[in-house]
């Protein structure tokens, strides 16, 4: 069944979400020793029945549509020494759109490769840092556009993180400001943006409780009207979402974390709800 114009608007909103979803921010203001290496596979879910249009106006999907996406992702770091580290995380995402009209559709594929250098640039004490990290972002697929923009692209982004203690608790935090600029035809510049704080639970610090706020403000020369041939062509949308996590340390070499999430506002942007569970791995 051929997709009509206005389940390709619905689906358009849904799908922001999915072009964005596997550059989840990883706490990168602290650092990585040199000669170590630290891996991260992830599985996220998320799921959407309503989004906001231009005009930030909220509806449901038509004809009751539900949008859900399955993404794996793979996320390494190695220390080069102690000012580099080289980052690269690969996602893998399944994406499926129905309604109650009978039409379904399904996505699944690899989407961006993205490799990058991160410099430390400074510390106060060896308990604040401050990070810089450039990052070259490839596509991995060459004709399914619902994948992503099918365009190169570059960011950079700086980090402040610290640590310490409150109320006789171990604290940390991470603020994180990333801006990225895909080439080509009307490449998008977007601009992502994460605040995290979490506390220590236990003396031995195996247990810890965070909670976080992130944006993402996407704008280009292309119309934010629809492009009904290119379910991936949306370029200008922003949203807002708060997400708690919870994570567990087996030992020093692995750890475990779940968050759950969810959109609190947004612009031509999907309205739903998320969940994840990670595992953190330092083989050395």
Known sequence: MKLTAIRLKYLLIAM????????????????????????????NYFFANKGWDSLRRQTPFANGGRFQSISYSLYSEYGISK??????????VNNSYKDNTGYASETAGFTDLEVGLRYYVANIDYIYYFTVQGTFITPMYSSNVNLG??????????????????????????????????????????DRYTVTGGLTLDRRFKQQL??????????SSLSSGYDPTRVAANKNF???????????????????FVTA?????????????????????KPF
Not at 214 to 219: A, K, L, R, V
Not at 238 to 256: C, D, I, L, P
Not at 261 to 281: E, K, L, M, Q, V
């Open 16 to 43: 922001v979400f999915v072009i964005t979803a596997c550059s989840k921010s990883y706490a990168g203001g602290f650092p990585v020793r040199p000669g170590s290496l630290l891996l991260s596979p992830s599985v």
């Open 83 to 92: 000012r580099f580290t080289a980052v690269a995380m690969l996602p893998f």
């Open 149 to 190: 923009y099918g365009q190169q692209g570059a960011e950079i982004k700086a980090a402040f993180a610290g640590s310490g203690k409150v109320f006789g608790k171990n604290y940390y935090f991470t603020l994180e400001n990333g801006v990225r600029q895909y080439f080509g035809n009307s490449g998008p510049l977007q």
């Open 210 to 219: 965070s909670a976080s706020l992130g944006g993402f403000y996407s704008t």
């Open 238 to 256: 922003a949203f807002n979402q708060v997400s708690v996590s919870y994570g567990y340390s087996f030992n020093r070499k692995m750890a475990m």
């Open 261 to 281: 999430g969810t959109f609190i506002n947004g612009r031509n942007t999907g309205n739903g709800t998320s969940g994840s569970a990670s595992i953190i791995i």
